[in-house]
Structures are given as structure tokens and as C-alpha cells.
């Protein structure tokens, strides 16, 4: 036999074998699909259309599509029959643990359509434009978000630590980053929040468009200009701030108030001094809550934030 024989025979088999691995590798997806589909039908239908999986982790979904139930829709104020679609979902970098908990994934995701309700909110006259009812987003000339993200998944079994981080934009509406760290077992991966403890959140809002427009139309609607509408949204944070008792860092109020003012971008960070169960957050006094989350607000830098997943 030549080598040249049996390296080509080798070679199919290879092909034959990765091509075997390939098709099971779908198969299974599609079975994790009809799972994932059976625990959300009191919320809704799933759907779904070519479905491509590998196996070595990556695989995309198009045209994903869940109609929402009559209850889920009531809840999320959208109307009966609701789809919410998804045109492309990306996965990869898809390893589990034991028991089939997922300890690493990357997902991305283009074409997140997030219909909006319009309804109508205006009313009676108020004499102070910062205390106005928010207009719905259909108001703001927002019939549908459409956002394009990504999410990145770390867990760390021996150390109960979840690390989650993300990005989301709408590109007439906002930008979003942000980084999330969890300490949790593997019950949180079963819905089971109990013992969930928060160990940091940093969240970075950049404004494309959706509080310009509302800054606008609250000022419309007050017939007020536009430094009058700040003037009375500083003062309405005074009022709360000493109604709730609360006590700001001078730098965090300093931070907020100048996003009251141009709301361009917002940095917001957690980091609680001490082990914090986030079912034990309503035990404490309201004015006590900045304290014990270890908040901190802050004008972000220039740059645009990017996700780096783990």
C-alpha cells in the first residue's frame, strides 16, 4: 500500500469522523433547544431556524423568536401575542462542568428587537416641570429597540464565584457595559437565588439619543427651557436627597448632578465593604443603602467602554 493510499484513507476517516462528531454535536443542540423551549412555556413559545453547532464549542441560532403569553405580555406592559425576535445569536467558547453547569461561554447577539408600548401619559398641568409623569418610549418616537450585545460567562466552581460581563446598545437610545462578579454555587444555574451575595457591579450608561429626547419633551410639556428643566431636576435630587435622609459621597452627588444637567455618560460602581446577600438588602434603612453597597458614581472616561470576555 503507498503512503500516499493511506494517509488519503486516513484523512477520510477523519472527515467521516469529524463530520459524525459534528451532526451529534447538533443533535444535542437541538435537544438542549426543546429543553430550554418546555421550561418557558408558561412565559411563551419558542422558535427558531437554522441552528448550527460544533464541537468545540461555537454555534449560532438564527431567526429566534419567542411569543410572549398572555401573562408575560401583561407583565412587560407589551400586547397579547407579543414576538420578541432575535435575528442572529452567536455562541462560543462553550465549556461546562460537572453536571452539565456551564463554566465558560461567550455569546453575541445582533438584532435584538424589543417592541415598545406608546402609551399616552400626558395629564393635568403640574406647576413643576421635574415632577411631570416620564412619557412612555413609544412618546419619545421609539417604536421598537432593536440592540445588538454580547455577554461573557465565567464560573469558578471551587471558589462559588460568577463572573458575568456584558455590553448592550441601541444606537438611537443608549449604550450599555458593564461587569458583574456573584459569589453563588451552582444553584443559581437553577434558579435558586437564596445565598446569592453580591461582590461587585460597575455599569457604564452612555446617552445615544433616549434622555436627549426626553429632557426635550419634558421641557415641551412644562413650557420651560431647557436650563430651567435642569434647575428643577437638581432641586427635585436636593428634595429627595433630604426627604430619604440619604448621605452622598461629595463626589458621587457632584456626579449625578452634572448627568441631571447633560446626561452624556454615567459610571457606577458597587462594591460592597462587607459579604452582602442581596435577599438581606431590604433589612436595611433606605439612607443606609449607598453605604452598604459601596456606591460610587463617576463621569466615565472619553473612550467607549468594549467587553472583554473571560
Known amino acids: 500500500m503507498r503512503l500516499s493510499t493511506l494517509l488519503l484513507g486516513i484523512l477520510s476517516l ?22 430550554i423551549a418546555a421550561q418557558l412555556e408558561p ?3 419558542l422558535r427558531y431556524q437554522n441552528l448550527r453547532a460544533h464541537p468545540w464549542g461555537q454555534g449560532s441560532v438564527e431567526q429566534l423568536g419567542f411569543t410572549l403569553s398572555p401573562s408575560a405580555a401583561r407583565q412587560l406592559s407589551l400586547p397579547a401575542g407579543t414576538e420578541l425576535r432575535v435575528d442572529r445569536l452567536e455562541i462560543s467558547r462553550y465549556r461546562e462542568g460537572s453536571g452539565q453547569t456551564p463554566e465558560r ?14 402609551r399616552i401619559t400626558t395629564g393635568t398641568e403640574i406647576t413643576d416641570p ?3 409623569p416620564l412619557p412612555s418610549l413609544g412618546e419619545l418616537g421609539y417604536p421598537e429597540w432593536r440592540f445588538d450585545g454580547e455577554l461573557g460567562l465565567q464560573y469558578l466552581p471551587a471558589e462559588h464565584s460568577l463572573q458575568l460581563r456584558f455590553s448592550l446598545s441601541e444606537p438611537s437610545a443608549l449604550a450599555l457595559a458593564g461587569h458583574l462578579s456573584l459569589r453563588s454555587g451552582a444553584e443559581i444555574f437553577r434558579g435558586e437565588t437564596a445565598a446569592l451575595e ?29 436650563s430651567a428643566l435642569d434647575q428643577a431636576l437638581v432641586a427635585r435630587l436636593e428634595r429627595e436627597t433630604q426627604q430619604r435622609a440619604l448621605h452622598w459621597n461629595e463626589n458621587d452627588y457632584r456626579a449625578l448632578d452634572s448627568f441631571l444637567r447633560e446626561p452624556r455618560a454615567l459610571l457606577l460602581r458597587l462594591d460592597p465593604p462587607g459579604k452582602l446577600r442581596l435577599r438581606d438588602l431590604s433589612l436595611y434603612a433606605e439612607s443606609d443603602l449607598p453605604q452598604v453597597l459601596g456606591l460610587e458614581l463617576r ?5 467607549t467602554p468594549t467587553v472583554v470576555a473571560p
Open 43 to 45: 412565559w411563551g413559545q
Open 198 to 226: 453580591l461582590g461587585q457591579l460597575q455599569l457604564e450608561y452612555r446617552d445615544l439619543g433616549l434622555l436627549s429626547r426626553l429632557k426635550t419633551l419634558l421641557a415641551l410639556r412644562a413650557r420651560v427651557s431647557a
Open 299 to 303: 463621569a466615565p472616561n472619553a473612550t
Open 105 to 118: 461561554l461567550l455569546a453575541r447577539w445582533s438584532g435584538l428587537h424589543w417592541p415598545l408600548p406608546h
Open 14 to 35: 477523519l472527515v467521516l469522523a469529524g463530520w459524525a462528531w459534528d451532526y451529534q454535536t447538533r443533535e444535542q443542540a437541538r435537544l438542549r433547544l426543546r429543553v
Open 130 to 132: 421635574a415632577e411631570q
